[in-house]
C-alpha cells in the first residue's frame, strides 16, 4: 500500500524568506508522480507543482521547486521570497497509473508572517 | 474555460437525511473523482468514476453511500441517512484521461457538509 508522510504539522517563516516542507512516501511501484497541492483558507485546492518519479531533474514552478530524492522516498516542497499570499496548508500527493487516485499526506500549515 | 464546479457550496442536514453533492467536472474531462477531507485531515480518496462507470470505489463506506455519473448531468454523490460524522468538506475532481504522465486532477471548491 502507498503512504505519504509529512511530519511538520506546523511552520512558519518571515516574509520574503525561504522555507522548506517536508514529505516522505513508500511504494513499489516504479513509475508515479509526485504533486504538491495548497489549500489556502478558502479551502480550494490549488495545484503547486508536479514531479514525474522518471525525472532526475527536480521541477521548478516560479518561486516553488522541489527536491526529488528517489531512493530516499523523499519530496521536500522549497518555496523562495515567501509571499503573505503563501500562507496555506500545503499537501503532499501520490498517483500511480494503476492507481486512479491521489494520496495525500496529512498537510502542513504554512503562516508567512509579515 | 470554466473550472470544477461544485454545488451547493455549504450544506446542512439533520441526521437521517439525505445528501445529494454535485459535480460538474471540466469541459471535455469524462473523469471524475470524490475525495472526503475531515476536520484537521488530508483529503482521503473515496471514488473514481467515468461517465457511467464507477472504476474504483474502494474508498467508499459499505453502507449509505453511493455515487454516480450518468451519460449527461454532473455526478452525484449521495449520502442516505446522514449522521454527524459524515459532517466534512467533499471535493471533487476531474481529469481528461486517467494518466497522469499527460494530465492533472483539478479540484472544485469543495461542498461542507454539516450534520445537526
Known amino acids: 500500500a502507498q503512504t505519504v508522510t509529512q511530519s511538520q504539522p506546523e511552520m512558519s517563516v518571515q516574509e520574503a524568506e525561504t522555507v522548506t516542507l517536508s514529505c516522505t512516501y513508500d511504494?513499489?511501484?516504479?513509475?508515479?508522480?509526485l504533486f504538491w497541492y495548497k489549500q489556502p483558507p478558502s479551502r480550494q485546492m490549488i495545484l503547486v507543482i508536479r514531479?514525474?518519479?522518471?525525472?532526475?531533474q527536480n521541477a521548478t514552478e516560479n518561486r516553488f521547486s522541489v527536491n526529488f530524492q528517489k531512493a530516499a522516498k523523499s519530496f521536500s516542497l522549497k518555496i523562495s521570497d515567501s509571499q503573505l499570499g503563501d500562507t496555506a496548508m500545503y499537501f503532499c500527493?501520490?498517483?500511480?497509473?494503476?492507481?486512479?487516485?491521489?494520496?495525500f499526506g496529512q498537510g502542513t500549515e504554512l503562516s508567512v508572517k509579515p | 474555460n470554466a473550472g470544477v464546479m461544485q454545488n451547493p457550496r455549504h450544506l446542512v442536514r439533520r441526521r437521517g437525511q439525505e445528501a445529494r453533492l454535485r459535480c460538474s467536472p471540466m469541459?471535455?474531462?469524462?473523469?471524475v473523482y470524490w475525495y472526503r477531507q475531515l476536520p484537521e485531515e488530508g483529503l482521503k480518496f473515496m471514488v473514481y468514476l467515468q461517465k457511467e462507470n464507477i472504476i474504483d470505489e474502494s474508498g467508499m463506506p459499505k453502507e449509505r453511500f453511493s455515487a454516480e455519473f450518468p451519460k449527461e448531468g454532473p455526478s452525484i454523490l449521495r449520502i442516505q441517512q446522514v449522521v454527524r460524522g459524515d459532517s466534512a468538506a467533499y471535493f471533487c475532481a476531474s481529469s481528461a484521461t486517467q494518466l497522469a504522465a499527460t494530465d492533472t486532477q483539478y479540484f472544485g471548491p469543495g461542498t461542507r457538509l454539516t450534520v445537526l
Open positions: 469541459k471535455g474531462h469524462s473523469h
Open positions: 511504494t513499489s511501484e516504479s513509475n508515479y508522480y
Open positions: 500527493a501520490f498517483f500511480y497509473n494503476q492507481g486512479g487516485k491521489l494520496i
Open positions: 514531479q514525474e518519479a522518471y525525472k532526475q
